[in-house]
């Protein structure tokens, strides 16, 4: 649904505070909601500061949808505020797999693994790459893992690509993670590949080999 204006005023707890954007949980028409808010920056004149925020939240919305017609959990939207840089979407229940690591089995925590190389799969498999895969960026819903902020995905069928969306989650667990990094990394691997098949995932592996044999970003064992 896209909107002519009418979230300007949007209201409720702030949840994070990021670069380009403030992340407001609150309601929506009786249901409970997150608004994400692109604000604007004073160092961009007024004119293209608006234009870029209006693209980049078209965009989102777009890629959004464009994950969830993939086979991908994603939040609801409810509304796309155009003029106010602004979507509302559903609010999910759970806490982001980030925080969610501490608690519950690790067979619960193998299976969440599994499932986000799954919904990688058919992100990559649909030539979307989602550009911030990390554990910030999927909640440990009631029912299912959902991930969240497309704010940097775009669409490409290039290998390179989805090995650097992996590179970010295995950087991700490495640094934030180490002591389960290699057997989420293995989880992972499992789940692409139930859906997209093992040759693709040796391709996406060496692809992902090759990027750290020349140093695009420092190695991470």
Do not use: C
């Amino acid at each position: 649904m896209t909107s002519t204006g009418g979230t300007s005023g949007a209201e409720g707890t702030l949840l994070y505070r990021g670069a380009e954007a403030d992340i407001l949980k609150g309601s929506w028409q009786g249901m409970p909601a997150v608004y994400k808010v692109r604000k604007p920056l004073a160092y961009r004149l007024p004119q293209l500061d608006a234009a870029i925020r209006r693209q980049r939240t078209i965009h989102e919305a777009e890629m959004i949808h464009d994950a969830k017609r993939a086979g991908v959990r994603t939040p609801y939207l409810y509304d796309v505020d155009v003029p106010g840089s602004t979507m509302v979407m559903e609010h999910v229940e759970g806490p982001r797999l980030k925080d969610s690591l501490g608690s519950g089995t690790s067979d619960d925590a193998r299976g969440l693994f599994r499932e986000f190389g799954r919904a990688a799969a058919r992100l990559h498999d649909a030539g979307i790459v989602h550009g911030d895969l990390t554990t910030a960026n999927a909640v440990a819903g009631q029912r299912d893992l959902v991930l969240i902020d497309f704010g940097l995905s775009y669409r490409t069928t290039r290998l390179e690509d989805q090995a650097v969306d992996f590179r970010l989650i295995k950087e991700t667990l490495v640094g934030a993670h180490p002591a389960i990094s290699r057997w989420a990394l293995e989880e992972l691997f499992v789940g692409y590949s139930e859906v997209v098949g093992p040759a693709k995932l040796r391709a996406v592996q060496r692809q992902l080999r090759s990027i750290e044999r020349r140093g695009r970003y420092a190695r991470v064992e």
